[in-house]
């Protein structure tokens, strides 16, 4: 589990509980977070090659890597825990 959420963690540390609980709660939350981590993966494996840093192959990577997190940060700042 930790590894699918790794990322969020670091990236929203200030919404640990909720992102611990929707992950065990949401499928979508737990795919949203798997996408993420792909995409992040991908784009930094671009940018390591030559030139990947400003390829249209990377900004598509970074625009969908971006619209992700904007689904997860909306999912976090809607969770209300019961």
């Not at 670091?10 to 939350?29: C, M, T």
Request: charged share 35%; hydrophobic share 40%; with cysteine.
């Amino acid at each position: 589990m930790v590894d699918r959420i790794r990322d969020m963690l670091a990236r929203f540390p200030e919404n640990e509980a909720a992102v611990r609980q929707l992950i065990q709660d949401s499928q979508v939350f737990d795919a949203l977070c798997q996408q993420y981590a792909d995409a992040d993966r991908e784009v930094t494996k671009i940018v390591r090659t030559e030139n990947g840093k400003t390829s249209p192959e990377a900004r598509m990577l970074r625009d969908r890597r971006r619209a992700i997190e904007e689904e997860i940060l909306t999912m976090i700042e809607g969770y209300t825990p019961v």
